[in-house]
Each structure stands twice: as C-alpha cells, then as structure tokens.
T-cell receptor, first 114, second 114 residues
Framework: AQSVTQLDSQVPVFEEAPVELRCNYSSSVSVYLFWYVQYPNQGLQLLLKYLSGSTLVKGINGFEAEFNKSQTSFHLRKPSVHISDTAEYFCAVSDRGSQGNLIFGKGTKLSVKP | KAGVTQTPRYLIKTRGQQVTLSCSPISGHRSVSWYQQTPGQGLQFLFEYFSETQRNKGNFPGRFSGRQFSNSRSEMNVSTLELGDSALYLC?????????????FGPGTRLTVL
C-alpha cells in the first residue's frame, strides 16, 4: 500500500528565510505527486503537482518542488517565506492507475515568525 | 466558476445518531471524493463517486456511506455516530476522467459528536 512520510511535523522559520518541507513516499510503481496547503478553518488548496516530465515543478505563491525518483522524495521549497505562508502543508500521492484517491502525509505546520 | 461547496459547515450530534453531509462539486466535474481529517489520523480517503457510481473506497466501516446524484452532487451519511467520528469532512471534485485531474477541495464540514 502507498504511504507518504512528511519528516517534520512542525517547521518554525523567520520571515524572508528559505524553507524546505520534506516528503518521502513509498511506491514501486509510477505515481503522481502533489503538495496542498491548508489555512486555518479552510479546505485544501493545490500548490503544485508532478505528473511527468521535468523533475522541478513550480507552483503558486513562489513554491517549487523537486521530484527525485531514486530517493522517492518530493521536497517543497521556497527561497523566501512570508508571514502569510503560515499554514499546514500536505504532501500527497496517487497511483497512476487510480483516480480520485489521494494518500496524504500527516502534514507539516509551517510557522513564519517576524 | 463557483468552487466546491459543502453544507452544513458545522454540525453537532450525539452518539448513536446519524448524519448526512452534502457536497456540490464545481460545475462540469463528475467525480467527488470524500476525506476525513482528524488530528490523530490525518487525512484519510473515504470513497469516490463518478457518474453516480462508487469507483473507489477507503478502509472505513460500513457505517460510512455515500451517494451521488445525476447532477454530480454528493451526500455522505454516517450512521450510529461514535465519538471518534468527530472530524473535519472534506469533499473534493475533479473531472474524473484521468488520474492527472486536480482535486479541488471544499471548506469542509466540521462534525462534533458528543
């Protein structure tokens, strides 16, 4: 069965500093990979997704992620964070043969301090 | 285009009761997926409906059921509520024709079981 591990449950960082949120998945088959963000009392918003092609994926709000097949990782990065980036971030995976079924990691709470 | 809407946003029930949650997908979307979000278990897939048929199912007891109508709106029902059913229930819609389709999430229904 698929699983997703987000290595850090909480990441505190100062404003304008770079940040990396780590995500590893377990799979022996081809997958699609996603990063979602959840602000307090809201649903999930897609930041970016990897389907195929270039391993560096750019998303909204200045975020990007790199797909590394050999390390089964899909880490999320931002070179300079803002206070407004404070939220919970979820990494998710779906099998290429599956539709409508995302497997999520436990989430990483990013806290940006002034 | 209007986003995914969920009603009600908040619900309080007592143990043993049943509850029905509603989800209206983005216009034109034929797939609706349901997820349960709790602090302990994180985000877990419940089931997915496509064109009024359940296409995928997660690992939840039979007390959790759903259906989809011809206009793609979906309902989720939980019977004989337990304290552990307290959670944020999220639905997501997508085109549903390809695994590459992005799932768009609603704001969720927060269910509290007393």
């Amino acid at each position: 069965a698929q699983s997703v591990t987000q290595l850090d449950s909480q990441v505190p960082v100062f404003e304008e500093a770079p940040v990396e949120l780590r995500c590893n998945y377990s799979s022996s088959v081809s997958v699609y990979l996603f990063w979602y963000v959840q602000y307090p009392n809201q649903g999930l918003q897609l930041l970016l997704k990897y389907l195929s092609g270039s391993t560096l994926v750019k998303g909204i709000n200045g975020f990007e992620a790199e797909f590394n097949k050999s390390q089964t990782s899909f880490h999320l990065r931002k070179p300079s964070v803002h206070i407004s980036d404070t939220a919970e971030y979820f990494c998710a995976v779906s099998d290429r043969g599956s539709q409508g079924n995302l497997i999520f990691g436990k989430g990483t709470k990013l806290s940006v301090k002034p | 285009k209007a986003g995914v809407t969920q009603t009600p946003r908040y619900l309080i029930k007592t143990r043993g009761q049943q509850v029905t949650l509603s989800c209206s997908p983005i216009s034109g979307h034929r797939s609706v997926s349901w997820y349960q979000q709790t602090p302990g278990q994180g985000l877990q897939f419940l089931f997915e409906y496509f064109s009024e048929t359940q296409r995928n199912k997660g690992n939840f007891p039979g007390r959790f059921s759903g259906r989809q109508f011809s206009n793609s709106r979906s309902e989720m029902n939980v019977s004989t509520l337990e304290l552990g059913d307290s959670a944020l229930y999220l639905c997501a819609s997508s085109g549903g024709l390809a695994g590459t389709d992005t799932q768009y999430f609603g704001p969720g229904t927060r269910l509290t079981v007393l």
